[in-house]
Nanobody, 125 residues
Framework: VQLQASGGGLVQAGGSLRLSCVASGITFSNYHIGWFRQAPGKEREFVATFRRYNSNPYYEDSVKGLFTISRDNAKNTVYLQMNSLTAEDTAVYYC???????????????????WGQGTQVTVSS
């Protein structure tokens, strides 16, 4: 299983970025795909997930209305559109995949089976 995250970069506060996560080695539609982030000195935290079988997306409260997660099963890709970015969004963003998690476990990073390498997002204030 490989997850390749990309799309990070340096952006000014108020700007936008779109992250992509391309998966290989799995039957993509059977997997939940999630985004997490980790800022320096902090624990990895849940951001959003688009569950398998095209279920409804699920967001951390702090990003609701600002970030949008979507998935394209034909391209084995999940996107994270991030708008109105602030310095607090600066982190390494990771995508993850898992096929068995229940809803109550989706926010727990240790429960996910597969991880990408991360992409750095830096928001300048």
């Amino acid at each position: 299983v490989q997850l390749q995250a990309s799309g990070g970069g340096l952006v000014q506060a108020g700007g936008s970025l779109r992250l992509s996560c391309v998966a290989s080695g799995i039957t993509f539609s059977n997997y939940h795909i999630g985004w997490f982030r980790q800022a320096p000195g902090k624990e990895r935290e849940f951001v959003a997930t688009f569950r398998r079988y095209n279920s409804n997306p699920y967001y951390e409260d702090s990003v609701k209305g600002l970030f949008t997660i979507s998935r394209d099963n034909a391209k084995n890709t999940v996107y994270l559109q991030m708008n109105s970015l602030t310095a607090e969004d600066t982190a390494v963003y990771y995508c993850a995949a898992d096929s068995t998690l229940i809803l109550s476990s989706l926010r727990t990073s240790s429960q996910w089976d597969y991880w990408g390498q991360g992409t750095q997002v830096t928001v300048s204030s």
